[in-house]
């Protein structure tokens, strides 16, 4: 019970002190609770609003790549410099210890693996929102196939992760999978994030592309990148740097870290150019210094 006694009576009720703002640094996204706006503060830094997000799902449709055969080897220590740990939960749990500060996006779907030809026939759930509540997840990702034979399905995975999302203040990363037969254009970009984002999502990740300042214009949430394959380390700069130019509030990058000759250093250069505004000229001596102190 409280102690009566040691009270003092009010004295300073900040008369001359504004009520706190209401408004929200994440576009879009005012209308959540509190619960949700508190997890995307921790996958969003409020202060240049961008996220580094660490992307090593890739094992649940490829099974062990390049990179990816020891988690705990070469993920774990990277953890340090990036926002958000994306990954399923067989990976984060067997694999990166439970002591780490990121903010955590459970992939959710399960998806065809490299084995089917066509992953864009469909997908489901992988990971229910209780399980994301279990990992202490601030977010899922839902892969969606606008335009392919499983779109339906994925989208209507993508809609009950929306609806149980919003019960519980957990945000919906929706993920624009470009399958075989999809062509990586504008035109397609424009279309598959805005019906994402329209559906629900919370943010949206799909891939760079031309003109990408009116995929980012048309999206009303966020909108991060993914890496997609390896390239030389200063063109992975170039186009993380491009992207922020145009709008995008992060990358969601995996193969152009974790496939570097040295991943710690693109790491690191890759949050200059996302919290920053390095060039990518800027952050690519960032990581031949990294690159050089290791020997
Ligand atoms: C692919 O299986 C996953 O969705 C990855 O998280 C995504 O493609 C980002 O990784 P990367 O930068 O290697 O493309």
Redesign the pocket.
């Known amino acids: 019970m409280a102690d009566a006694i040691g009270n003092k009576a009010a004295h300073d009720y900040h008369l001359d002190v504004p009520a706190p703002e209401q408004g929200f640094f994440a576009k879009g996204l005012g209308h959540g609770d509190w619960g949700a706006k508190n997890r995307l503060s921790r996958l969003f830094n409020p202060k240049s609003g961008n996220t580094v997000m660490l992307?090593?799902?890739?094992g649940?449709?490829?099974g062990s790549t390049a990179g990816l055969e020891r988690i705990d080897v070469t993920i774990a220590p990277l953890c340090q410099y990036t926002d958000v740990l994306?990954g399923t939960r067989g990976a984060i749990r067997a694999c990166i210890p439970p002591t780490v500060h990121n903010a955590i996006c459970l992939?959710a779907t399960h998806?065809a693996s490299v084995l089917i030809d066509d992953m864009s026939t469909g997908n489901g759930l992988g990971a229910d929102m209780e399980a994301a509540i279990r990992m202490n997840a601030a977010a899922v990702?839902m892969?969606c196939f606008i335009g392919g034979a499983g779109e339906a399905q994925s989208l209507e995975t993508l809609c009950r992760a929306v609806d149980a999302g919003e019960r519980y203040g957990i945000p919906v990363l929706g993920?624009t999978?470009v399958g075989k037969e999809m062509a990586r254009t504008t035109e397609y970009f424009l279309l598959a994030t805005r019906i994402l984002a329209e559906l629900g999502a919370s943010f949206v990740?799909t891939y760079y592309c031309d003109h990408f300042e009116k995929v980012v214009s048309a999206c009303p949430v966020p909108i991060v990148i993914?890496?997609?394959?390896?390239l030389p380390e200063a063109e992975a700069l170039e186009m993380a740097y491009r992207a922020i130019s145009d709008g995008a509030r992060g990358?969601?990058?995996?193969?152009?870290?974790?496939?570097s000759e040295c991943p710690a250093g693109m790491a690191q250069a890759i949050a200059k150019v996302v919290h920053e505004g390095y060039t990518a000229a800027q952050a690519y001596e960032v990581y031949q210094e990294v690159l050089h102190s290791q020997g």
Not at 55 to 58: M, S, T, V
Not at 226 to 230: D, F, M, P, T, V
């Open positions: 992307a090593f799902d890739h649940y449709i490829m994306m992939r998806d990702a892969q993920v999978a990740k993914a890496g997609g394959k390896k990358v969601d990058m995996g193969r152009n870290i974790f496939q």
